[in-house]
């Protein structure tokens, strides 16, 4: 992984083989960076995306062996349960120019993934909501 900052943008060029959500992870951890938004492009492989069924109140989750072309990130940070936690969303593409989209829930780069992520000093924090089943982030206002 590399990086480069300018003011509160980091721009995140990650290596073929990396795990994205656990490099992410661990480069916020080390900045101390609490939340902030992502976007970005590359290449993935071997990854799993989820789609979350409502009724079921669970993510349906598909296995993608192979490499993708990363077309569009788009994600967030927030805390969950005190940690920093990055929620991505992802548009992939395959060699029959077929797209394919969802909840990130783990992949690998396969050539390279080229991220800006915007930290922010707002308090954003994942919190459970009974109606949805899911945790959903939340603006947390501190002092007044």
């Known amino acids: 992984m590399k990086n480069s900052k300018s003011g509160n943008l980091h ?8 795990e994205i ?17 992502l976007t970005g492009i590359g ?6 995306i989820g ?13 993608m062996d192979g490499e993708y072309e990363l077309l569009s990130l788009m994600g967030n ?31 690998y780069i396969a050539i390279t993934c080229e991220l800006v992520l915007a930290a922010t000093d707002m308090r954003l924090e994942r919190i459970y909501d009974d109606e949805t089943k899911l945790k959903l982030l939340t603006p947390i206002h501190e002092g007044n």
């Open 11 to 18: 721009f995140i060029k990650l290596d073929k083989g990396e």
């Open 21 to 37: 959500i656990s490099t992410i992870t661990t480069f916020a951890n080390e900045l101390c960076l609490k939340s902030g938004f």
């Open 43 to 48: 290449a993935l492989r071997d990854l799993e």
């Open 51 to 63: 789609y979350f069924d409502m009724k079921k109140a669970k993510y349906d989750i598909k296995k």
């Open 77 to 107: 940070l927030g805390v969950v349960d005190g940690k920093v936690n990055p929620h991505l969303h992802v548009v992939l593409g395959d060699d029959k120019f077929q797209c394919y989209g969802g909840h990130l829930l783990k992949g």
